[in-house]
């Protein structure tokens, strides 16, 4: 094994848990503040208050990779897990960079694959895209979309992942493959069918 996927290896699994990490610390941070702040006196009469916020160890962080999107052979020895959000300019960047060489050497080559878990955490912009992705999965499109949002990608939660535009997306890759059926893609968009899935893959 050379340094070279030995680094590949590296980068993709910082990648990923930098992002954890980011999550985590999101967590950690609410945990705090709910932790420091004075317990309100108890008012005669009133309802039971919220349950307590779980403690980190209790989290379950099980990932279910049923379905993924998969890059490459599944029989490979080497997976790659791709954690992604299509607004994190950092995953924009080793798409457009880290990627390709691993996708030339290794993954063209059938001696590795890449499976994406959607981390949709940044915004309701991010949900809307990683679900439109999904739905251009289900015509074997997954990665052509996937290539093409991160190429539109701009500002977080600025606007540039509505509806519409995803949909017009779709219409960029009918120009590109004939056989993408553009009104089957906006119907599952407008349906909101993929949001739970990009639910549990982001929890």
Same mark, same amino acid.
């Given at each position: 094994?050379?340094?070279?996927?030995?680094?590949?290896?590296?980068?993709?699994?910082?990648?990923?848990?930098?992002?954890?990490?980011?999550?985590?610390?999101?967590?950690?941070? *609410?945990?705090?503040?709910?932790?420091?702040?004075?317990?309100?006196?108890?008012?005669?009469?009133?309802?039971? %208050?919220?349950?307590?916020?779980?403690?980190? +160890?209790?989290? =379950?962080?099980?990932?279910?990779? *049923? %379905?993924?999107?998969?890059?490459? &052979?599944?029989?490979?020895?080497?997976?790659?897990? @791709?954690?992604? =959000?299509?607004?994190?300019?950092?995953?924009?960047?080793?798409?457009?960079?880290?990627?390709?060489?691993?996708?030339?050497?290794?993954?063209?080559?059938?001696?590795?694959?890449?499976?994406?878990?959607? !981390?949709?955490?940044?915004? &309701? @912009?991010?949900?809307? &895209?990683?679900?439109?992705? @999904?739905?251009?999965?289900?015509?074997?499109?997954?990665?052509?979309?996937?290539?093409?949002? !991160? &190429?539109?990608?701009?500002?977080?939660?600025?606007?540039?992942?509505? +509806?519409?535009?995803?949909?017009?997306? %779709?219409? @960029?890759?009918?120009?590109?493959?004939?056989?993408?059926?553009? *009104?089957?893609?906006?119907?599952?968009? =407008?349906? %909101?069918?993929?949001?739970?899935?990009?639910?549990?893959? *982001?929890?």
């Amino acid at each position: 094994m050379n340094n070279r996927f030995l680094t590949a290896v590296l980068v993709i699994v910082l990648a990923g848990f930098a992002l954890v990490i980011y999550r985590q610390e999101q967590l950690i941070s *609410t945990l705090a503040e709910r932790q420091a702040a004075p317990s309100p006196a108890p008012v005669q009469g009133a309802q039971p %208050g919220p349950k307590p916020v779980p403690a980190l +160890s209790n989290v =379950d962080f099980t990932l279910d990779m *049923t %379905g993924v999107p998969v890059r490459g &052979a599944k029989a490979s020895g080497v997976v790659f897990l @791709e954690f992604s =959000d299509f607004q994190c300019p950092f995953c924009k960047q080793w798409s457009a960079t880290t990627e390709k060489p691993l996708l030339d050497e290794f993954v063209n080559q059938g001696k590795a694959s890449i499976q994406f878990v959607s !981390f949709a955490f940044i915004g &309701a @912009e991010s949900k809307n &895209a990683a679900a439109a992705a @999904e739905c251009a999965a289900d015509q074997n499109r997954f990665w052509e979309y996937h290539d093409l949002l !991160f &190429a539109r990608q701009g500002q977080e939660n600025s606007g540039v992942f509505t +509806s519409a535009s995803l949909k017009k997306f %779709g219409g @960029e890759l009918k120009g590109k493959y004939a056989d993408f059926d553009t *009104t089957k893609f906006e119907k599952c968009v =407008d349906s %909101g069918e993929k949001n739970a899935g990009i639910d549990a893959q *982001t929890k």
